[in-house]
């Protein structure tokens, strides 16, 4: 079965509109203060009450956000979807890039993924209760690679980590860039389920302006890459 695909950086209808067109039913949002695609609470929530009844998958991306804001976020999308990923069509994770314990991430009681990183403690991570994926950036393992590194990854988490992932049934997104060829043999040891790419200025004509044409094209080369 081919990885799926999912577009992050969301931070407008434009985007959703194209892209659920193109049969893409994962989006991210990215609240984190420093990113380019930062989306404002406001925004975020006038969006979700216009597609909530559309069947998407929907990543909501913190880094160092006190857990009173990522506790709010969860709370007033109940408030519009009612009780979450029960029946509902909008499937709603949260997504940590930090490196916290990892307590900070099971105690709000909700499904999330959470982006790897080589000094965490993989272990307390595996035994989270509402783990549901790991995102990788391919451009790290690129870098792994460069530096000689990637036994120790291919190690410790390709025949490690990752299949005890999948026994949790754990979801594996790679994030990549438009620009990346991803390499057959990380897709083999890795056993991807999603691809994750941005909303960048590889698919827009300035910034935050969508070049919808540009973004079919990119669509269509990543799907000859899966087949």
Same mark, same amino acid.
């Given at each position: 079965?081919?990885?799926?695909?999912?577009?992050?950086?969301?931070?407008?209808?434009?985007?959703?509109?194209?892209?659920?067109?193109?049969?893409?039913?994962?989006?991210?949002?990215?609240?984190?203060?420093?990113?380019?695609?930062?989306?404002?609470?406001?925004?975020?929530?006038?969006?979700?009450?216009?597609?909530?009844?559309?069947?998407?998958?929907?990543?909501?991306?913190?880094?160092?956000?006190? /857990?009173?804001?990522?506790?709010?976020?969860? &709370?007033? =999308?109940?408030?519009? $979807?009612?009780?979450?990923?029960?029946?509902?069509? !909008?499937?709603?994770?949260?997504?940590?890039?930090?490196?916290?314990?990892?307590?900070?991430?099971?105690?709000?009681?909700?499904?999330?993924?959470?982006?790897?990183?080589?000094?965490?403690?993989?272990?307390?991570?595996?035994?989270?209760?509402?783990?549901?994926?790991?995102?990788?950036?391919?451009?790290?393992?690129?870098?792994?690679?460069?530096?000689?590194?990637?036994?120790?990854?291919?190690?410790?988490?390709?025949?490690?980590?990752?299949?005890?992932?999948?026994?949790? /049934?754990?979801?594996?997104?790679?994030?990549? &860039?438009? =620009?990346?060829?991803? $390499?057959?043999?990380?897709?083999?040891?890795?056993? !991807?389920?999603?691809?994750?790419?941005?909303?960048?200025?590889?698919?827009?004509?300035?910034?935050?302006?969508?070049?919808?044409?540009?973004?079919?094209?990119?669509?269509?080369?990543?799907?000859?890459?899966?087949?």
């Amino acid at each position: 079965m081919n990885p799926s695909l999912r577009i992050e950086g969301i931070y407008g209808e434009q985007y959703l509109d194209i892209l659920a067109q193109e049969g893409i039913r994962s989006f991210g949002v990215d609240f984190r203060p420093r990113s380019f695609n930062f989306l404002q609470h406001h925004i975020f929530f006038e969006i979700l009450n216009k597609i909530k009844n559309r069947p998407n998958s929907i990543y909501l991306h913190f880094d160092q956000s006190p /857990d009173f804001v990522v506790q709010k976020f969860v &709370d007033d =999308s109940k408030a519009i $979807l009612g009780p979450l990923n029960s029946g509902n069509l !909008i499937q709603l994770f949260l997504e940590f890039s930090d490196t916290r314990e990892a307590a900070f991430y099971d105690q709000f009681a909700h499904p999330f993924v959470w982006h790897w990183h080589p000094m965490a403690d993989l272990e307390k991570m595996l035994a989270c209760t509402y783990l549901r994926g790991v995102v990788f950036s391919y451009e790290q393992i690129l870098k792994l690679y460069d530096q000689g590194r990637f036994d120790d990854f291919y190690k410790n988490v390709c025949s490690n980590f990752i299949p005890q992932l999948k026994r949790k /049934d754990c979801q594996i997104i790679l994030a990549a &860039d438009w =620009s990346h060829e991803v $390499l057959p043999s990380v897709l083999e040891f890795m056993g !991807i389920d999603i691809f994750s790419y941005p909303i960048n200025k590889s698919v827009e004509l300035s910034y935050r302006i969508p070049n919808m044409i540009l973004l079919k094209e990119k669509l269509n080369s990543i799907r000859q890459m899966r087949c």
